[in-house]
């Protein structure tokens, strides 16, 4: 407004407003950069360690109720399983030292190659990535999957950052959590036989397990390795694998996933 005032007396005046008001308007401002500019230091410093593979798994948030509202089938739904996996191929094809990944019903672990410098190696930076292209990529591809079954309400993914030294550590991990997936597969897919086929209320198929839990530790699924999924990027190619990889077999197959122990 001022300087639409100084305009009208003259081009000499309007110029001495407009430098005075740069004058101040440049000394202010750097004078509130300096004063406000403390507050940087507290954020705190997430670097990951050196020399450890950065694990980022997610964890999709309130899922038995979002699986229920969407009406998965029990125990596992091949649709959302697809789109799991579509979403993980979403977040390799972005993020490129993403070596494999490993999912499971409503989660997934990211693994970055241990010399990975991505993102100065921030864990805030890594994680908050994976979760949002996971996120939006899950949105995104819903449709393809789901087809007419419209999707209610965003779904949200919480994630967490784990390093591991050494390539014994990284693969027990992913061996826990293949491990986790068939004990809860299993247990899943007999209360859901004995209920749905077996006519047993919820309460009595999970009472009958309780009495039986010797029996159901024992069998094994004639096809449980369809139920998780380890993606892994070969050549750039990123590719998804149903097996096992608790044992050497896959690891022997894919050499260039580990890297050196002594680097
Ligand atoms: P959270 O993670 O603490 O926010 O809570 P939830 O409810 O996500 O619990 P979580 O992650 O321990 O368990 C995953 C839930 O997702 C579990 O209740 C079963 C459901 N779910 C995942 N995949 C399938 C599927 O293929 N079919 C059905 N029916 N349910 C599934
Ligand atoms: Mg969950
Ligand atoms: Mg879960």
Redesign the pocket.
């Known amino acids: 407004m001022l300087i639409g005032k100084a305009c009208r007396v003259g081009g000499r005046v309007r110029s001495c407003v407009v430098k005075a008001l740069a004058r101040l308007f440049t000394s202010s401002s750097s004078m509130a950069k300096s004063k406000f500019e403390y507050v940087r230091n507290f954020e705190t410093d997430d670097t990951c360690l050196r020399n450890c593979y950065i694990v980022v798994r997610l964890?999709?948030?309130?899922?038995?109720?979002?699986?229920?509202q969407h009406k998965?089938?029990?125990?596992?739904?091949n649709r959302?399983?697809g789109l799991m996996t579509q979403s993980a191929r979403s977040v390799m094809g972005e993020l490129e030292d993403i070596v494999i990944a490993y999912g499971q019903?409503?989660?997934f672990s990211f693994v970055f190659k241990r010399t990975s410098t991505l993102f100065k190696r921030r864990a805030s930076k890594l994680m908050t990535h994976v979760a949002s292209q996971f996120s939006s990529s899950y949105v995104f591809y819903w449709k393809e999957f789901f087809g007419e079954q419209p999707l209610l309400y965003p779904p949200g993914f919480?994630g967490r950052v784990v390093l591991y030294p050494s390539n014994r550590n990284l693969r027990d991990y992913l061996s826990w959590r293949q491990a986790d997936c068939h004990i809860n597969n299993l247990y899943n897919t007999v209360f859901w036989t004995l209920v749905q086929k077996g006519g047993l209320t919820t309460a009595q198929a999970e009472d009958r397990l309780k009495r039986d839990e010797t029996v159901t530790k024992r069998m094994k699924l004639p096809n449980e390795e369809e139920k998780d999924v380890p993606v892994t990027r070969s050549r750039r190619r990123v590719q998804a694998y149903h097996c096992d990889i608790i044992g050497d077999q896959f690891w022997e197959e894919h050499p260039d996933i580990l890297e050196d122990d002594n680097c």
């Open positions: 964890d999709g948030r309130n899922f038995h109720k979002f699986a229920e998965f089938t029990k125990p596992n739904d959302a399983l019903s409503d989660e919480d």
